[in-house]
């Protein structure tokens, strides 16, 4: 089985990304044959500053494997250094309905927040499917709201291979019940775009104080509060503390009590220490850059081994 996985290098990545991405991630080289690559290519849709996608694109190979990614179980690397993908873009894109591509919600909701509208914009699901499909993936590891995206690549998939024989694997989006979404400081999605997020390697200071901020009710710590399960600080403390103690805090704040200044106060101090040994792995990543760029280039070398048969089989299947 063949799992593939990639995060755009938009910006500082965050505990919605690491529930959502990384840590399915990790947790699935014990699965299978783990592909998990750098999005830079994607990221040209909406960053257009050279020396901040490159900065990215470290930070996210250094949080990746400060988070486990272990490069012995999987093949890492960055999107850009495998050229394939966009000749594939293209074979599939002769295939691909406008109908179906109008459809896809990141389009709409990119122009909604003010993106202006280009054709890369618009391509995003096509070149997603050719990274899916490059590397004849199985399983594709998403957020719900990237579901469609798999969606969309599966049947781009049918298409072509109804074109042109079967050449591709059609792949199934694979999607974490429990974490599938993160919410954020003010109560929705966490994304960098509603700047609502909580830093995976964030300064103490600037997470505390961001976590202290969280925007509580007016009700005293005595007043019991029958709705704790919904509270934004119990939902993020689930995520961080043992079962036992996310139960018995939330037990408390429903009883009356409990205040929430002490509620936050307990949530930063498990979302700091769940990150304790990541952070000290990170530090340790950040002193030895050689190996970091040797483990993308490696990553890079294994993956175009897999691409550029899948990519001639392709090209073959169209009379190219």
């Known amino acids: 089985m063949r799992i593939l996985t990639g995060?755009?290098?938009?910006?500082?990545?965050?505990?919605?990304?690491?529930?959502?991405?990384?840590?399915?991630?990790?947790?699935?080289?014990?699965?299978?044959d783990a592909f998990y690559f750098i999005a830079d290519y994607h990221s040209m849709t909406t960053l257009t500053d050279p020396a901040k996608r490159r900065e990215n694109v470290l930070n996210v190979a250094l949080d990746f494997l400060a988070c486990g990614l272990d490069p012995a179980r999987s093949v890492f690397w960055v999107q850009s250094a495998v050229p394939e993908v966009c000749e594939l873009t293209w074979l599939l894109g002769t295939v691909a309905p406008m109908g179906l591509i109008e459809r896809a919600h990141s389009y709409k909701d990119k122009l909604a927040r003010g993106f202006s509208p280009s054709f890369g914009l618009f391509a995003y699901p096509v070149l997603m499917a050719a990274d899916i499909l490059l590397f004849n993936s199985n399983i594709v590891p998403v957020g719900r709201d990237q579901k469609q995206h798999v969606e969309i690549t599966r049947d781009i998939a049918i298409k072509f291979n109804l074109a042109y024989g079967e050449v591709f694997t059609v792949p199934e989006p694979e999607i974490r019940e429990?974490?599938?979404?993160?919410?954020g400081l003010d109560g929705q999605k966490m994304s960098k775009s509603y700047g609502n997020t909580i830093d995976i390697f964030g300064d103490e200071k600037a997470m505390r104080k961001k976590i202290m901020g969280i925007v509580m009710d007016s009700r005293t710590p005595q007043e019991p509060k029958p709705d704790a399960d919904k509270n934004l600080a119990v939902q993020l403390l689930r995520l961080f503390a043992p079962a036992g103690v996310a139960k018995d805090t939330e037990e408390r704040l429903r009883?009356?009590?409990?205040?929430?200044?002490?509620l936050k106060k307990t949530l930063f101090g498990h979302y700091w220490d769940y990150f304790a040994a990541a952070r000290a792995k990170r530090a340790e990543l950040a002193a030895n850059l050689d190996y970091v760029n040797k483990v993308l280039a490696d990553g890079a070398a294994r993956a175009r081994t897999v691409a550029s048969p899948i990519l001639k089989k392709a090209r073959e299947a169209c009379g190219l």
């Open 7 to 32: 995060i755009q290098p938009s910006g500082t990545l965050h505990i919605g990304n690491y529930f959502g991405a990384i840590k399915p991630a990790v947790e699935l080289q014990a699965r299978g």
């Open 178 to 183: 429990d974490a599938a979404t993160v919410p």
């Open 255 to 262: 009883a009356g009590g409990l205040g929430y200044g002490d």
